[in-house]
């Protein structure tokens, strides 16, 4: 059965304090591995999408990596307004997208 | 651009009434359309996908149904809500791949009092 976790389940960062998300997936035939950032009350944001072991893909102080059994999103000096719950999840053909639980990032100032 | 609708954004009933949210999608014609519940602390549950007008899968059995009466309109209902039925729904369209992240619509919190 295709699955995907995350962790840490929560995370409280002071600003600057840079640090790393996990999702860990099994999921047969990976097309692409998908982030995104969720707001309290609001719907999913779409992030990155990783195609293959060894990319990486950045945007502001976001850095996503894949390998061939995780992926990271690795936070670099984070802000206040970076604090949210970030989602991935696994897609592959002929399949629906596999999400994880998510990570709650709390960023402190 | 493409733009998803959803509402109402918050939604309070009591067990056994109806219920039907909707969602629409403009700029873009044929999405593939979803319905997605996301319970507090869990995954987001894929409840019912759309590849087209008329045609609906099921992903949990359940109290709910769907359905796509127009190209870019989705409908989830039920005859009779239950308190499990309580939740954050969320709409969701995308294409087919390779250009297949999903969109998300606003959401609405369901509480079944």
């Known amino acids: 059965e295709d699955q995907v976790t995350q962790s840490p389940e929560a995370l409280r960062l002071q600003e600057g304090e840079s640090s790393s998300l996990n999702c860990s997936y099994t999921?047969?035939?990976?097309?692409?591995l998908f982030w995104y950032r969720q707001d309290p009350g609001k719907g999913p944001e779409f992030l990155f999408t990783l195609y293959s072991a060894g990319e990486e893909k950045e945007k502001e102080r976001l850095k996503a990596t894949l390998t061939k059994k995780e992926s990271f999103l690795h936070i670099t000096a984070p802000k206040p307004e970076d604090s949210a719950t970030y989602l991935c999840?696994?897609?592959?053909?002929?399949?629906?997208?596999?999400f994880g639980p998510g990570t709650r990032l709390s960023v402190l100032p | 651009s493409q733009t998803i609708h959803q509402w109402p954004a918050t939604l309070v009933q009591p067990v056994g009434s109806p219920l039907s949210l909707e969602c629409t999608v403009e700029g873009t014609s044929n999405p593939n359309l979803y319905w997605y519940r996301q319970a507090a602390g869990r995954g987001l549950q894929l409840l019912f996908y759309s590849v087209g007008i008329g045609q609906i899968s099921s992903e949990v059995p359940q109290n709910l149904s769907a359905s796509r009466p127009q190209d870019r309109q989705f409908i989830l209902s039920s005859k009779k809500l239950l308190l499990s039925d309580s939740g954050f729904y969320l709409c969701?369209?995308?294409?087919?791949?390779?250009?297949?992240?999903?969109?998300f619509g606003s959401g609405t919190q369901l509480s079944v009092l």
């Open positions: 999921v047969s035939g990976l097309r692409g």
């Open positions: 969701a369209w995308n294409w087919e791949p390779p250009h297949e992240k999903l969109f």
């Open positions: 999840a696994g897609h592959s053909y002929g399949q629906n997208f596999v």
